[in-house]
């Protein structure tokens, strides 16, 4: 197998996938090297997978930039890529006349970030909009170009894209050191030994201590836990529009939102912890998330809860990204993509790549783009139980299809989770009581040779 690229990418969540594909679709050689069995082991495999406008971001910050143009991109590919795009809106709600008061600031941000058709929604045009919010919601921000995306096929598209361009994916394959000699990174991993004219890191929770190999790193991971609970799917007929808090300080604060799966959910919430890799829940938590949620929809009351779910977000000290090549040094800078990391990730690709062009050359004449549609997972467009075929995991109604052919292609499911991310199986109302077995069982029987 080659093991000498233009580009080698660390880290194998939504922001190294989308800049593995921006690089190689190119026609640069590029390698991504991913620490877990699978893709999207790490951040990227716990958020609310909602597609934003950035109308919140702070106004001119490279973030901001990141975010509209990943929004604008995404909305350019989703169905070149066979990519789920929910048509929504959000809600900024107001629940004390001290929110309220935020509200006038809040479109005024919107504007200046060049969102112009956000606006102020009374208190009765709110209950008209959405009849099941409770009556204590004093008045909203409308949004109304927010919408639901799936979380888990984008960064798939995106792999399957960049392999189809000639890229390499190396997963089991921690990067432990590097040297930076003759103009040239020699990698050691997991994996064996990768050489890079140019190395991008984009290892998320662990992005300061990758950063340690080129520099003293300029900022310092402190993941932020986001706990999650995800009710039946008939509750995801009580709202319509993403409901969003009025942000503090420190966090934008808890969404009421549906699924692209046919649910609804509440999170994250915002927890600093020293844990870089498993993100547990709690009880007292995820009751104070439910009793919220019921706060805001009091008919939720008697609908039961689906699944609970963490996320471990890659938040440092600074307030913006940290995105910046080291010239001297063969390195680029991809780091502190906390929550929008998911919208703007093509966006953040598209910066890294004029940030190449001005500091290490001019990119090739990318060839004609190879478009690689991965199965839909949304509720709202056909999917594949709809034609037949035996059901393996009857809650979200997989067909063993579907899982056979997650163990196959260019890039198969790496581990059990892998698998429910490209399927859905097992993460449905019993959570794998029933089906655990018979998947388990294709796992092992489809997945010899899995890289």
């Known amino acids: 197998m080659q093991r000498s690229f233009d580009i080698a990418v660390i880290g194998g969540g939504v922001v190294g996938l989308a800049i593995l594909r921006r690089f190689a679709m190119s026609g640069l ?20 997978a909602l597609l934003h406008t950035g109308f919140d971001a702070p106004t001119g910050s490279t973030e901001l930039a990141c975010m509209q143009a990943g929004y604008a991109e995404y909305l350019a590919i989703h169905e070149k890529l066979n990519l789920p795009l929910v048509q929504s809106t959000a809600l900024v709600v107001a629940w004390s006349e001290q929110e309220q008061a935020k509200l006038d600031g809040i479109v005024a941000k919107a504007h200046a970030n060049g969102v112009a058709d956000v606006r102020h929604v009374a208190r009765d045009e709110l209950r008209k909009l959405e009849p099941k919010l409770s009556p204590a919601a004093k008045a909203a921000v409308l949004v109304p170009g927010e919408h639901i995306i799936d979380a888990w096929s984008a960064p798939l598209a995106y792999a399957h894209q960049a392999l189809a361009h000639g890229a390499v994916i190396l997963r089991n394959a921690e990067v432990t050191g590097g040297n930076f000699s003759n103009g040239e990174w020699t990698l050691a991993s997991k994996a064996g030994p990768v050489t890079a004219r140019i190395v991008i890191n984009a290892a998320g929770n662990f992005g300061d201590l990758v950063e340690a190999m080129a520099r003293v790193s300029p900022f310092t991971i402190t993941p932020r836990r986001g706990q999650f609970v995800v009710f039946d799917k008939e509750a995801s007929q009580l709202v319509d529009a993403i409901i969003l808090p009025v942000p503090t300080e420190r966090t934008k604060g808890v969404v009421l939102f549906r699924t692209a799966y046919g649910n609804l959910a509440i999170g994250p919430t915002a927890e600093d912890v020293t844990e870089r890799e498993v993100a547990a829940t709690d009880t007292a938590t995820l009751e104070r998330l ?28 600074h307030k913006d990204y940290v995105i910046e090549a080291l010239p001297e040094r063969g390195w680029i800078t991809v780091g502190g993509i906390r929550s929008t990391g998911l919208t703007a990730c093509l966006g953040i690709a598209q910066h890294v790549a004029k940030l190449y062009a001005l500091h290490f050359g001019a990119l090739p004449n990318p060839p004609d783009p190879i478009w690689t549609p991965v199965p839909n997972l949304a509720e709202d467009r ?38 429910k991310r490209r399927t859905r199986a097992m993460m449905g109302r019993c959570q794998g009581f029933n089906c655990s077995a018979h998947v388990e069982a294709l796992f092992r029987e489809k997945s010899h040779g899995a890289a």
């Not at 991504?32 to 893709?39: K, M, N, P, T, V």
């Not at 009793?291 to 000290?317: C, F, H, K, Q, W």
């Not at 056909?382 to 579907?402: D, W």
Request: overall charge negative.
């Open 29 to 48: 050689s590029a390698v991504l090297l991913e620490r877990g069995a699978d893709i999207l082991n790490g951040a990227s495999k716990g958020n609310s």
């Open 290 to 317: 439910k009793a919220r949620a019921l706060d805001m929809v009091p008919s939720l009351a008697g609908i039961g809860v689906n699944a609970i779910y963490a996320g471990l977000r890659p938040a440092t000290e």
């Open 382 to 419: 056909p999917r594949p139980y709809m034609q037949g075929g035996e059901i393996v995991c009857h809650c979200e109604r997989v067909t063993r299809g579907e899982i056979v052919a997650a163990l196959e292609g260019p890039l198969p499911a790496g581990d059990l989770g892998g698998l």
